[in-house]
């Protein structure tokens, strides 16, 4: 299992190593986080709101989670498969 819970630095991706085909996403806010999966997040990318979750399921590894807020904000991505 991936595990990853951390505060962004506002205006800067990070790319979080991940090891799964499973991917699930919290955002505890207080921002909307952008994400992409192998590749640069920014305000294009997939939108996960505050105080919301989502998961993905690709049928390939994920190697890296990128993700991107405008504000300091806590997120926490998971990973199983």
């Known amino acids: 299992m991936n595990f990853y819970r951390g505060t962004l630095t506002p205006n800067e991706e990070q790319v979080i190593p991940h ?10 806010g207080p921002s909307d986080v952008h994400i992409n999966f192998g590749a640069t997040a920014d305000a294009n990318s997939l ?16 190697k890296s989670v990128h993700v991107f807020a405008a504000e300091e904000t806590t997120v926490q991505i998971d990973g199983m498969g």
């Open 47 to 62: 939108i996960i709101p505050k105080g919301f979750g989502r998961t993905v399921a690709f049928s390939h590894i994920v």
């Open 19 to 28: 090891n799964s085909q499973k991917v699930t996403i919290f955002n505890f």
